[in-house]
């Protein structure tokens, strides 16, 4: 699919578009268009997806996903009984967008480019992870420490 538009600046895409792939680099893609909202989801579901005390998911219902290359490397798991899935890589099982019920859903993990919008709101506080609180005090690394 090539489209005649004046393209920005190398290196940078326009704000409406975003490219992300996965931790192998297998799977590669690009979103077009806006993201709706940004929420850090405490459930308990997303913190298992996630290995961590939560995902980071931002959402639209009018964006458009297009597979770069690896579209077969991509699976989905639903979890019975609910509402949540989540697809994934299957050679290195990043986290990668996840489109149904008219909604995209697009970890912002997975981006490459830049994402200038903070998260809205933290969901499912009431399930935050019990060492999940008061962490700002904490030391900061720019990388592992020594």
Not at 57 to 74: C, K, M, P, Y
Not at 84 to 100: D, E, K, N, T, W
Not at 112 to 127: E, G, Q, T, V, W
């Amino acid at each position: 699919m090539n489209t005649q538009q004046s393209a920005p600046a190398r290196g940078t895409a326009p704000p409406d578009q975003h490219h992300g792939s996965c931790l192998c680099g297998a799977v590669r893609f690009t979103v077009t268009g806006t993201f709706e909202r940004f929420y850090l989801c405490h459930c308990s579901h997303c913190r298992k997806d996630s290995g961590s005390a939560h995902a980071a998911n931002l959402f639209s219902s009018t964006a458009r996903l297009q597979w770069i290359a690896g579209e077969d490397h991509v699976r989905r798991y639903r979890l019975e009984g609910t509402r949540h899935q989540r697809c994934f890589c299957a050679r290195c099982g990043s986290a990668l967008p996840c489109a149904g019920n008219g909604m995209l859903v697009v970890p912002a993990g997975s981006l490459d480019s830049p994402l200038a919008r903070r998260p809205d709101a933290h969901l499912f506080i009431a399930s935050r992870a019990s060492w999940d609180h008061e962490l700002v005090g904490l030391p900061q690394f720019d990388s592992f420490p020594a």
